[in-house]
């Protein structure tokens, strides 16, 4: 496996394991636990600055577009479709985000905006990187050169140096360990998530 492909599959395993926190967190808000605002805006951090802007960032500017230089479409196939995913999956945190920027006691609209964001987005998620690892990815490294995959390489580390200056990736995945602590993932649902199953609200 190329080392652009290997680091993008090591960013899945943060991203699922906040994913299983989230769950873990909505089934709990879904069983009677207060929503906390401040848990809310953590989750939608984590979920814009690494799982998008970090991760998603890196697919969309430098590996997708290379493979639509090599030929693939922007508007069908497997790359439109992650791209697709992506636009749905922010507009679904989009609602997580705008619950925990809110202010004073959470209502009964936002409470449930809260858990149709979560119950949508964990599933599209968890099946979104099954799609990348077991189908686009590897159909990358047929169709792209060694070549190519060094100067993705160089590519990543640029990026990475550009949207980390802050040091962006140590407080997310820092953020990342905080909710997986607070609320602990459970690996019977994140098995069964990843096989295509889903947690339903009551």
Known sequence: MTRPITILMEEHRIIENVLGSLETFALEVEGGLALER??????????RGFADAWHHGKEEDILFRRMVERGFSADSGPVAVMLLEHRQGRALVGAIHGVGEGTGDVTPAERTAFLEGAGGFIPLLRQH???????LYP???????PAEFETMLGDFDAFEKKSGVDGTRDRLEALAGRLSEAFRPDEARMAAGSAGGCWSRG
């Open 38 to 47: 401040p848990f809310v805006r953590d989750y939608a951090a984590f979920l």
């Open 129 to 135: 990187i099954q799609k990348e690892d077991n189908i």
């Open 139 to 145: 159909m990358s490294e047929r169709v792209l050169t």
